[in-house]
């Protein structure tokens, strides 16, 4: 809902530059267009820009300060059970002066301390308290990472803001060779630790940081993905008929809209035209009676639009929808990157997320719900499928035999598979080849797989486990980088993306939940990737009460984006002419026509993206400039 930054110098006892302070409150200003505070002090600066959601009054406007002026709170996010909270606090006859859940926040964080506050809240978050007297502060951020925080800890200064580019005022951005380079091997890119800016790192989900003036910093880390799983809940959840298991998914869905919902602003969702959206807008449409719901029509033979229109007829809602043609995905790369702060390639569908976000503001709808989570929640993907009935049944007939299910899958965490993404190398470190470039992005993704399964494997080694490991992978890496997408590309439009599905006890639910009701055997499925078995099986019981079943039974489809295809882009060599890719690496102009005639469709196309980021971001040149040379370079065919 915000933008947030902070200063702290250690050394200087000067008062942080009020000019420097608003050039970087106008960097943050799509975060929140209506209104911009700042605050000075010595060694202190802070910057809030708001986009309000609850309680829209003046006397919400942040920095917030206590009422005897010593704590004073800069948030971005939503507390979704602000109200019991403050009801908590209210019972200990502590007075309120505003409805926000901002002020909740600031008394239960000065009241009760910062571990007890952070695991009570229920929603999304980025915060850093500040304590006026003894000059310190206190940094947290959601559970998931729904909200970003990026942090420079140095000698001379901590520096922290919702978007690197706010940090720009303040710190000469150097570009970070290691994670770039495991980025151009095949990694993703980072979402955890390292970017790609020399000492700028993410904030931890589920991660604090405390630190006073003239003193280091102490980071830990209360919250992991894995600490919601729990085997004797799984133990627990088998012993429930399917009808019982469906009915609490039912309740707690219907639970999390409604309180995501909440708001002083008008609210919105996207309808993708997929099974996900589908039920949070068929769930929100019973406790919203003018719910304005909006898709991104990826103009093609690939397009959705005809799924979202069926369900807006169903629904009785009007469907608002912009059309993203092919150009788009090239006109929009340098607005994408700006936002986004690093390539975006792994997510190809940025560019149609931002111009839904952006039709959603001129409709003057602040908030949007969206359907990130279920994939990683109830496997969604569709590698994670059986894919040869005969395999299964095989299978099936030795777990009857030894009377207990396994799994092909190795019960040494080092060997066990990484469920996630294709496109994330370095993950396993298998191959020299891998290691490094597991190594060049400081193990991301490597270290966490081996965490997950040195908790998860016991005694036992069940299909179950490995249910558990396929959602694990996918609720760490893979949906920190589509929250990333969503924050970055809904903020860059002034909207809030929310998300029904990440709600904690849903999430903890779907993570314990036995395998054979997210996977299930289905001789009347017929989906192509994975015939015979039905995935998400639970969901879809859910939708069946909701919605017609030509949705929910549909057929998972990727987002539709081909625009990228090495079959209908052309990339021409001289759009490498005189690169940013040369000073990068300290190449000459011949080794870079060698590295760029030598590379594949897809690293060109990472290599672009590079480009890109290094004009906009590093080197904050015009983005008109770019624009023209990807206009005058790279052409898309006609499907």
Known sequence: ???????????????????????????????GPDNTSVYADVGVGLVHTRLSLLDLAARSNQPFWDKQKRY???????????????????QSAIQFRTTSDTEVLLEWLINRGVEATIAKLEGMFAFALYDSVEKTFVLARDRFGIKPLFIYDEDDAFVFASEIGAMRPWIKFKPDLLSISSFLQGFSGPTRGYTFFENIKFLDPGGTVKIRRGEGARYNRLFAVDDLWRREETEELKRLRPDQLVDRVDELLHKSVKSQLFADAPVGALCSGGLDSSILMALASKYHNNLAIFHANVVGPLSEYEAAAHLAKHLKIELKSVEVHDQDFIDRMPEVIEHYSHPFYPNAHSAPFLMVSQLVRSNNVKAILSGEGADECYLGYSWLAPTNIQKWLNFRKMAVRSMRVTTNESADPIKSRYWGPVIVGGSHGDTQAELMTALHNRFEVANETTESRSRVFGSNNTRDDHSVLKSLDLLNYNLRSLLHRNDSMGMAASIESRFPFLDTELVKLALNMPYKYKIRFSPSSFDRNHVFFRDKWILRKVGDRYLPRALSQREKKPFPVNAYSPRRMHISPRFFENSHIGEL????????????????????????????WSHVCLNDRGKEAIKRRLMDHISVISS
């Not at 008062?15 to 975060?31: S, V």
Request: hydrophobic fraction near 35%.
């Open 1 to 31: 809902m915000c933008g947030i930054f902070g200063v702290l110098w250690h050394e200087k006892e000067s008062i942080p530059d009020t000019c420097r302070l608003k050039q970087t409150a106008r960097l943050l200003q799509h975060r």
């Open 72 to 90: 004073c709170l800069v948030y971005n996010g939503e507390i979704y059970n602000f109200k019991e909270l403050r009801v908590e606090l209210e």
């Open 585 to 612: 690496f300290g190449l000459s102009s011949h080794q870079t026509k060698y590295l760029t005639e030598k590379a594949t469709h897809d690293l060109k196309l990472k290599l672009t993206q590079l480009e890109v």
